[in-house]
Each structure stands twice: as structure tokens, then as C-alpha cells.
């Protein structure tokens, strides 16, 4: 399969602005994200979708091709759906490419699982399934242990009175390392504009990841877990000083 890899980076965010170009261990963040496409083994191109140009001029130091995100598709309302598509376009309109498959890679990811690109697109290609995802354990965070407050009274979401975590039904969340996707269920979001998720298709596929294995960063804690984890991952003492520093 041709797969175009588009690597997601908005300069815009809500809780932690310019999240992608934080240093990390003397790195930018999405530099890890960058690294990973690198050395998936199932990507046949590799873009660069962003608003912010120095996130651009880092792609290209890094030999990807960069695609200039318009305003429209840049803010905290714009669909996903709709930036792999204007990528998918700029791409196939601006070369000989024609992608087979997409994969999302979210820029502010700086921790994944080895292999887990390839294992999506793997999966992607020997089933024929619309879409495939990455998903890690709920744990505690399970909705039979959660409630609405009604101003000071608690009310169970579910009924019922579970106390311990095995006795839990499994249930699972996408973590943000990857999504792979066929051309034809990308395509399908472009018929389906009011469902941001149309291009997830019917068949939705998935395996499961370890609970910490990825790494999101979209608050300043995150960037510190971030941290710890790709020093454990070195081999390095984790309750050293971080290096984390965010200016003023």
C-alpha cells in the first residue's frame, strides 16, 4: 500500500500553547513524533500538516515535506476529518502520490509504543477494515465508578454497586498514538461533513495498548510525565532534576 503519513501540529491550544515546539530533554516535542514516523517502516510519505511556520521550517530540517494549514482548519472547532483531507489533497495535487491508506500521527505525542505504526497500518491492510485505533485501558477512570453532581448530591451514572476493579467489564480508550485509515473511508468524511468522525468508516478496528505506553501532551504535568518516561525508557535515574523549562 502507498500510506501518507500526515503529522498533526496546530500552533493553538487551549491548555498549553505551542505545545509542539516545548523542549523536552533538549528536543522539541513533536521532534519525537517526527522520529517515529522515521522509523515505521510501513510510510511512504511523510507530510507536515501546520498553521505555524516554525514547525514548517522543522519539518523540512527533517527532510518532510511541510503543508501550509489555512486559518479555517487550524482552530480548536476544526475536525481532524477535515485537515487529513486538505492534506490528502495538497498532496495528490501537488505530486504523483496517490495514497492507498492515511495515518494520523498527532504532533504533541512524543511517547509511543515501538512498532505500534506499523502494527496499525498491518492491521489496516490484512483485514480490509475501514479504520484502526489504538486503545489503552480505562482503569479507574471506569464509568461505573463515576457520578453527576447534582449540585451536593452524588448520583451514579450506573447503577449498581461494583467496588472492585477486576470485577469491572474492560473498557477502553483511544490513546492518540495512531490512526490508520483507508482512502476510501477518508473519503467517505468528505460525502459526511456534519459527522467529524465519518472517516473512522463502518468496520472499526483496534488492539490494545498498555496503560502509560503512549504519552499525550496537552498540559504542562504531561510534559513532565513525558519526561520521566522517556528517561526510564534511557536507562536514566528518573528522580533526577527535570529539564523541562517553559519561558516566562
Known amino acids: ?47 507536515v500538516s501546520s498553521d505555524c ?3 514548517r521550517r522543522l519539518a523540512i530540517a527533517e527532510g518532510f515535506e511541510p503543508i501550509v494549514r489555512p486559518a479555517h482548519l487550524a482552530t480548536s472547532d476544526a475536525s481532524v476529518q477535515d485537515v487529513m483531507l486538505h492534506a490528502l489533497d495538497s498532496v495528490e495535487c501537488s505530486s504523483g502520490f496517490r495514497a492507498d491508506a492515511l495515518v494520523v500521527l498527532y504532533g504533541n505525542v512524543p511517547v509511543r509504543g515501538a512498532g505500534v505504526i506499523d502494527r496499525a ?20 477512570w471506569h464509568p461505573a465508578w463515576m457520578s453527576r453532581l ?18 469491572l467489564a474492560p473498557l477502553f480508550l483511544h490513546d492518540g498514538a495512531v490512526v490508520a485509515v483507508s482512502r476510501a473511508s477518508m473519503l467517505r468524511g468528505r460525502s459526511n461533513p456534519g459527522d467529524p468522525h465519518a472517516f473512522f468508516g463502518v468496520d472499526r478496528r483496534g488492539f490494545e495498548t498498555q496503560a502509560g505506553e503512549t504519552v499525550e501532551v496537552d498540559q504542562l504535568r504531561d ?25 516566562s
Open 223 to 247: 510534559l513532565y510525565w513525558a519526561e520521566a518516561v522517556l528517561r526510564e525508557a534511557a536507562g536514566e535515574n528518573v528522580a533526577m532534576s527535570p529539564t523541562v523549562r517553559i519561558a
Open 150 to 167: 447534582e449540585v451536593d448530591r452524588v448520583v451514579p451514572v450506573q447503577a449498581g454497586s461494583i467496588h472492585r476493579r477486576q470485577d
Open 1 to 47: 500500500m502507498n500510506v501518507l503519513a500526515v503529522i498533526l501540529a496546530r500552533a493553538g491550544s487551549v491548555g498549553l500553547p505551542n505545545k509542539h515546539l516545548l523542549p523536552l530533554l533538549g528536543r522539541p516535542v513533536i521532534s519525537y513524533t517526527i522520529e517515529h514516523a522515521r522509523n515505521a517502516k510501513s510510510l511512504s510519505h511523510v507530510v
Open 121 to 140: 497500518v498491518r492491521m489496516l491492510a490484512d483485514t480490509g477494515c475501514d479504520s484502526v485505533r489504538t486503545f489503552c485501558p480505562v482503569g479507574k
Open 53 to 55: 511556520p516554525v514547525v
